[in-house]
T-cell receptor, first 116, second 114 residues
Framework: DAMVIQNPRYQVTQFGKPVTLSCSQT?????MYWYQQKSSQAPKLLFH???????NEADTPDNFQSRRPNTSFCFLDIRSPGLGDAAMYLC???????????????FGSGTQLSVL | GNSVTQMEGPVTLSEEAFLTINCTYT??????LFWYVQYPGEGLQLLLK?????DKGSNKGFEATYRKETTSFHLEKGSVQVSDSAVYFC?????????????FGKGTTLSVSS
């Protein structure tokens, strides 16, 4: 049974039209992460939530926002998608902060975003 | 800054061949090292990990040894199967950078034919 669920699997949006990607988890984990993975590149961390605390990476563009209304759900909002934002977006969870406890991350299957 | 470098793919092998996927890293402090695997249509899954120098991580016939002197964490398997076809990601986390999640390499695609 999937424990980290991302919907939809494929998302198509228009240049400049806001889009929201969703992630839910059944693991009751404290930490939720969003990664961006462009073709043939390494997954790049955008931000993460530790419980309700939001932690933005220094080089994440302002165009990317996130919401975590409760433990189970986390959303990635792209306010004005550009062509360069087309990528696979990966959601992941960990019980606690991985860097502190070496806990593994659990990943969803990803949402492939296309921008027309 | 911290980084991970993996060998370029794709790697194409016949069933029962020996596999090596090279991974080297640059990090301050003493990172933990990981290999994640992504099967077609699925999310990334932890394959194995090592938390200190000379540790060997192993799982499903795969092994990797944390080599501090060469800053490497090469993935090996003695006899690959078609079901091992996937993308393999080397990653590190660094205890010296609280709040930082995993840093990944670009991934190496493995294709095994029967």
């Amino acid at each position: 049974d999937a424990m980290v669920i991302q919907n939809p699997r494929y998302q198509v949006t228009q240049f400049g039209k806001p889009v929201t990607l969703s992630c839910s988890q059944t693991l009751n984990h404290n930490v939720m992460y969003w990664y961006q993975q462009k073709s043939s590149q390494a997954p790049k961390l955008l931000f993460h939530y530790y419980d309700k605390d939001f932690n933005n990476e220094a080089d994440t563009p302002d165009n990317f926002q996130s919401r975590r209304p409760n433990t189970s759900f986390c959303f990635l909002d792209i306010r004005s998608p550009g062509l360069g934002d087309a990528a696979m977006y990966l959601c992941a969870t960990s019980r606690d902060k991985g860097v502190l406890t070496n806990e593994k991350l659990f990943f969803g299957s990803g949402t492939q975003l296309s921008v027309l | 800054g911290n980084s991970v470098t993996q060998m370029e793919g794709p790697v194409t092998l016949s069933e029962e061949a020996f596999l090596t996927i090279n991974c080297t890293y640059t990090a301050t402090g003493y990172p933990s090292l990981f290999w994640y695997v992504q099967y077609p249509g699925e999310g990334l899954q932890l394959l194995l990990k090592a938390t200190k120098a000379d540790d060997k991580g192993s799982n499903k016939g795969f092994e990797a040894t944390y080599r501090k002197e060469t800053t490497s964490f090469h993935l090996e398997k003695g006899s690959v199967q078609v079901s091992d076809s996937a993308v393999y990601f080397c990653a590190l986390s660094d205890l010296g950078q609280a709040g930082t999640a995993l840093i990944f390499g670009k991934g190496t695609t493995l294709s095994v034919s029967s």
